[in-house]
């Protein structure tokens, strides 16, 4: 299994609903990231999970708290967020970090739109 | 600092002909660079990397990549275009600053016509 899946393909929630987005891989991937994308730029990195740890939060407003509950899934909960929050939010898996040539794996992406 | 440049926004290229995507870099050490399709409303997708060795590296679909290191270029062509190549690409470096961090460039946006 070479795919890395993510629930669900779309979300719409007002700024003080809770929900949560949800990531999974089952190709043994030690490493898992959330980014964010506005349309037509680049990804931009939010967290890295090592090994079930969080190594990696570039900042991210406190409205966004990821959690790593195995090694093989990720999930994302949101809660109080701004119209700005609207985005496609990436889950990408790799073998570990320490080695930078491992090349990462994208979900499909979930489509979040804040009103 | 680490950093990747894709100059063109747009290539429009006919279909059958070449096609090239441009890519420079910088990084301190070794870089590792890897290309990057994206599909509208679909997740990127890994199309090939470069880490040592032969300069010219092979990926997915007919893809390939041209590693020059004096020109600090990570070149991807393809020979013959299809219409079906038509997406958003996107170059990325990755080294031993930040973390590991991929840095990716700002994509190019690729457009073949039949």
């Known amino acids: 299994d070479t795919e890395v899946t993510q629930t669900p393909k779309h979300l719409v929630m007002g700024m003080t609903n809770k929900k949560s987005l949800k990531c999974e891989q089952h190709?043994?991937?030690?490493?898992m990231y959330w980014y964010k994308q506005k349309a037509k730029k680049p990804p931009e990195l939010m967290f890295v999970?090592?090994?079930?740890?969080?190594?990696i939060n570039e900042s991210v407003p406190s409205r966004f708290s990821p959690e790593c509950p195995n090694s093989s899934l990720l999930n994302l909960h949101l809660h109080a967020l701004q119209p700005e929050d609207s985005a496609l939010y990436l889950c990408?898996?790799?073998?570990?970090?320490?080695?930078?040539?491992?090349?990462?794996?994208f979900g499909p992406g979930t489509r979040l739109t804040v009103l | 600092a680490q950093s990747v440049a894709q100059p063109e926004d747009q290539v429009n290229v006919a279909e059958g002909n070449p096609l090239t995507v441009k890519c420079t870099y910088s990084?301190?050490?070794?870089?590792?660079l890897f290309w990057y399709v994206q599909y509208p409303n679909r997740g990127l997708q890994f199309l090939l990397k470069?880490?040592?060795?032969?300069?010219l590296v092979k990926g997915s679909y007919g893809f390939e990549a041209e590693f020059n290191k004096s020109q600090t270029s990570f070149h991807l062509k393809k020979p013959s275009a299809l219409v079906s190549d038509s997406a958003l690409y996107f170059c990325?470096?990755?080294?031993?600053?930040?973390?590991?961090?991929?840095?990716f460039g700002a994509g190019t946006i690729l457009r073949v016509k039949s």
């Open positions: 470069y880490i040592t060795g032969d300069n």
């Open positions: 999970y090592s090994y079930e740890k969080l190594s």
């Open positions: 990325a470096v990755r080294g031993m600053e930040y973390g590991n961090k991929l840095v």
């Open positions: 990408a898996s790799s073998q570990v970090t320490e080695v930078s040539y491992n090349e990462q794996f």
């Open positions: 190709m043994g991937h030690r490493a």
């Open positions: 990084v301190s050490g070794n870089p590792y």
